[in-house]
């Protein structure tokens, strides 16, 4: 019940095109729902995050659509560039107790240029 | 400021041989984290410690120990390492609150059990 299902495992899109990647939970007791960005050798870091307050955020080029009757969400990357070549996480964190956040398996994003 | 950081950055040990992997952060936070990285498996939570002088256990606690040794500094030690424990090492931090969200990860350790 713990678990955040993510997919695809990898993705290959062109330069310019639109990146998605999909999450889905089981526990309604996550109330935070980040997605990490990490390239090669170095440590993930937040991208972009959302509650389940509200239905989509956007940052740039970077949107979360969250649909919290079907406990999905997911990211999109409009016009994706090579230099988001990189492992993206989804994660959401349990209401209750330390800042513990559940990660998905992790997509390996490449973008052709 | 530094942020997270950790040592080593790699390391082989051989099974049986324990090792101390060292994680620091000078942001002042209350929490930290250490999580291992496997392929396919996303970031799994090994331990956590909310505040100085506590740690609990998350997902995948067996074969490792924690000390939180004061405000600053994590460390994690495997006792007697064995080759299901090869994988990278995350130290990450972050506040506490309801506003204040983000965990820092620190550059990983990459460690090989043979």
């Known amino acids: 019940q713990q678990q955040v299902k993510q997919s695809p495992q990898s993705l290959i899109v062109q330069k310019g095109g639109i990146s998605i990647i999909n999450c889905a939970y089981e526990?309604?007791?996550?109330?935070?729902f980040p997605w990490y960005q990490q390239f090669p050798g170095k440590g993930p870091a937040l991208l972009i995050a959302?509650?389940?307050?509200?239905s989509e955020k956007k940052e740039g080029r970077f949107t979360i659509s969250f649909n919290k009757s079907a406990k999905q969400f997911s990211l999109h990357i409009m016009d994706s560039q090579p230099g988001d070549s990189a492992t993206y996480f989804c994660a959401a964190r349990l209401i209750q107790g330390a800042q513990k956040l559940v990660f998905g398996q992790g997509t390996r994003l490449t973008i052709n240029p | 400021n530094a942020g997270v950081t950790q040592t080593p950055k790699f390391q082989v040990l051989k099974t049986g041989q324990s090792m101390t992997l060292q994680c620091a952060q000078d942001m002042n936070h209350n929490s930290m984290y250490w999580y291992r990285q496997d392929p396919g498996m996303g970031l799994r939570l090994i331990y956590y410690?909310?505040?100085?002088?506590?740690?609990d256990k998350g997902e995948v606690p067996n074969g490792y120990n924690v000390s939180r040794l004061n405000k600053r500094e994590f460390s994690l030690r495997l006792e007697s390492a064995a080759p299901s424990q090869t994988s990278v090492y995350f130290c990450?931090?972050?506040?506490?609150?309801?506003?204040?969200?983000?965990?820092?990860f620190g550059p990983g350790t990459r460690l090989t059990v043979l």
């Open positions: 990450a931090s972050s506040e506490d609150g309801p506003i204040t969200d983000t965990q820092y």
């Open positions: 410690s909310a505040s100085e002088g506590t740690t």
């Open positions: 526990n309604t007791a996550f109330d935070y």
């Open positions: 959302i509650r389940p307050d509200v």
